[in-house]
């Protein structure tokens, strides 16, 4: 019992022996003998102060000098409070598990279940220090970080290691009754009890959630997609023609679709949407002119000096005077004479 407490239940006596001056001695001795112990009984069952409880030590005072003339030892009960106290409730719950607390033992070995938890206290207050740090760390960490297995704050990992310690020695000490567990103390640290336990099994599913469903992240080429940009596919033969309507696949099957099936007339500027239904959408627009008449098509383009081949020359453009000419047939021989082959007979 802590001081305070103390020292309420010590000035209610007095107040109740000095209401009680003008009885005699030997009466007035016998009937504050117990109070003192009853009143600490009322107190520590109870977080209210004793005037709320009991009533003023006046009036007190009053109901034991009622009970004088007959006086048999005892005290007159505090007044019957409307509210159900957390004593009673407690009460009741444990009238309920007291079966059950004996049947159990018996099974895991032991006179009762109760005997068994209490073997476990000290693996409860480590636990219970555990939780609290990880949920001091979960209410001020503001990282935006999922929480690790160490309850880190601003992602530090020596802040983690110093907040567990404390948190799981001071869990120690409340369960060793080194510090105070006296009146609405202890029922805070039930509260609080109640609470981690909610905790831990919110983080206890929020965990397995993760490890069934990781997720993933997109990969993606960062650099930018080259193709975008294009406005109109050109496809042109091996001889330099350009390919109408062509229709462009992949390795599945799937059509490729590129550019924008709109054109723009480059004379007046107007713009009409394409009629093809292939590539390319503007053949007017085509980068290489069509091949001359004539000409037998356009010859394939030359291999660049890395591998690639050249675009074809556009049309009107001169020949290149590095390109070799065909050879000429050589010249027949004047004097040489013709040699005509025999005919087979019968014909």
């Not at 033992?105 to 636990?127: C, N």
């Not at 490890?211 to 992240?217: A, I, M």
């Not at 890395?306 to 021989?333: F, H, L, V, Y």
Request: aromatic share 8%.
């Amino acid at each position: 019992m802590n001081s305070t407490a103390q020292d309420e239940i010590t000035e209610y006596v007095e107040r109740v022996r000095a209401a009680l001056a003008d009885l005699p001695e030997a009466t007035r001795a016998e009937l504050l003998e117990d109070l003192p112990e009853h009143l600490a009984e009322i107190r520590a069952e109870d977080t209210v102060t004793l005037t709320d409880r009991l009533g003023t030590p006046e009036a007190y005072a009053a109901e034991l000098r009622a009970t004088a003339a007959g006086y048999v030892g005892g005290f007159p009960e505090p007044p019957k409070s409307p509210w159900v106290t957390p004593a009673e409730v407690r009460a009741q719950v444990m009238r309920v598990l007291e079966p059950a607390d004996v049947r159990i033992g018996p099974v895991i070995g032991y006179p009762r279940a109760s005997d068994f938890l209490r073997l476990l206290l000290p693996a409860w207050w480590v636990l219970r220090g555990y939780l609290g740090a990880m949920a001091v760390a979960y209410l001020f960490d503001a990282s935006g970080n999922r929480p690790g297995l160490l309850p880190r704050i601003g992602g530090s990992t020596l802040v983690a290691l110093i907040l567990l310690a404390g948190c799981v020695i001071a869990s120690i000490l409340v369960g060793q009754r080194r510090l105070g567990r006296e009146g609405w103390q202890r029922y805070v640290l039930n509260v609080g009890a109640v609470f981690l336990v909610l905790f831990a099994i919110g983080v206890f599913f929020s965990a397995d959630s993760d490890v069934r469903n990781p997720g993933y992240d997109d990969a993606g080429y960062s650099g930018g997609n080259p193709y975008d940009y294009i406005t109109d596919v050109f496809v042109y033969d091996s001889t330099g023609k350009l390919v109408p309507g062509a229709r462009l696949f992949d390795q599945e099957g799937a059509p490729i679709q590129m550019g924008n099936a709109w054109c723009e007339d480059p004379e007046t500027g107007e713009g009409s949407h394409s009629r093809s239904m292939g590539y390319p959408y503007c053949p007017e627009a085509a980068p290489f002119g069509a091949p001359s008449a004539g000409s037998g098509g356009v010859p394939e383009p030359d291999a660049t000096d890395d591998g690639s081949a050249r675009p074809p020359a556009p049309a009107g453009s001169a020949t290149s005077p590095s390109a070799p000419s065909s050879p000429a047939a050589p010249p027949e021989s004047p004097g040489a004479p013709t040699v005509t082959p025999p005919t087979p007979a019968g014909r």
